[in-house]
DNA sequence: CGCTGCGTTGAGCTTCTTCAACGATCGTGG
DNA sequence: CCACGATCGTTGAAGAAGCTCAACGCAGCG
């Protein structure tokens, strides 16, 4: 396995040569088709995944089948880990959105080596930490936010990971996106289209351009309603 | 510090106790009085805590004033140490519920340690994971379930802390168990009285007794509405 | 005694979901 | 090449769930 790809995640970041060497050779490249199943909730977990290609979605399914996307992966991002470090089941299920391929770490073969290279530990622990963040985030947003400020929310940090870009494209269906905020594709349609209305934002297809920056950040912090 | 203390919580369970030793000499111990403040969201987060007495909430509050809790923590458990691994601000507030008092650790001294101690940074890592666990748990159920499902979750869990003993004592007020649910002390009391009314608990103040466990993870599941 | 925090209940209303229908796009197989 | 089904997105009408606002009882405590 190529140490190369290895040493661009952040998880395996800065990390001595010989090391990312040790761990090449435990890793397992595994390939995915488009909605295939990693795993499923409850499964045992014997190791984690790391992206190679292709994205991911981590996610949470109702009784009646309706599913909440807690997380989406590209290339580099590592995924499963709660259930290297808890010794049980993964929490939430796992499936390829498109074609893809992602290196397995055994669980055992990990730990031997965690435990005898403190900044991968100290990788791992900057990794799930942000994870943390985020799902606090997305509590926050769920509880005491309503759909019009999570989207809001959303849209920004979106612009932000592009350097501020006024124009977004979507990288992922409306279906999916309306998941990821804890609703439905119809409700989610209907905001854009007041938002849109409302002059917060411009739509063409999968294209959205914030039209009124400020007008967002106070909807996302809940200060005004639409 | 009391290196018993110490090795009493999970974090530092296992460790030498010549760790420990190290481990006590950087701990500051701080008194909290009841309500207050122990870190805002948004604090630059230079240590973590690891409660030594009474009872701590870490929580976030929405624009108007309402608050959501992630988390209620007790003895040996620690909180604030997401801010010590991205090397930001705490994402959350954290106040003394009652009269208390906390370890703190700064966060280079801590940094110092876990990196020399493969152990302490595997049980770190164990419980970041059980929180990303909760948290995946507490998203599944904002997003997917309603009230009486998440209710009925917690009194199942509480049960099950408790070795399945069917009556429970509440620890927090309903006021606090609802903003813990996501909802408001309105809906939490109209949705307690009606599973009573229809057999699922018996009510007494801050008793409440499982009458229907069955029915209850009917309800925790989504499989039936009341 | 009066105050404050906690808990409950009612009425009205907002938000969101459900159910249904329909247009557009796209890939596939006849 | 066209027809078909599937996926995706949008819109409307109706209903459910939960929130807001308000009032009130009750206990503990200064």
Known sequence: MSVQELAASPLFAGLDPAYLEKLARIALLKKFERGQTVFAEGDPGNGFYLVQSGRFKIFKLSFDGKEQILHLLGAGEP?????????????????????????????????????????????????????????????????????????????????????????????????????????????????????????FIALDGPMITIANREGLAELAMGAIRI
Chains 1, 2 share one sequence.
Do not use: C, Y
Not at 107 to 136: G, Q
Not at 140 to 161: I, N
């Open 79 to 199: 995924f499963g880990e709660v259930a290297v470090f808890t010794g049980r089941s993964f929490p939430a299920a796992a499936e390829a959105m498109e074609k893809g391929r992602a290196f397995f770490f055994a669980r055992d073969d990990f730990v031997r080596l965690i435990a005898t290279e403190p900044s991968l530990a100290m990788n791992m622990l900057a990794v799930l930490s942000m994870r943390l963040k985020k799902f606090a985030q997305m509590i926050e947003s769920l509880s005491l936010k309503e759909v019009p400020g999570r989207l809001a929310t959303h849209l920004l940090l979106l612009s932000d990971q592009q350097d501020g870009a006024a124009r977004l494209r979507l990288s992922i269906t409306k279906a999916q996106l309306a998941s990821l905020l804890g609703t439905i594709p119809e409700t989610l349609s209907r905001i854009l289209a007041k938002m849109s209305r409302e002059g």
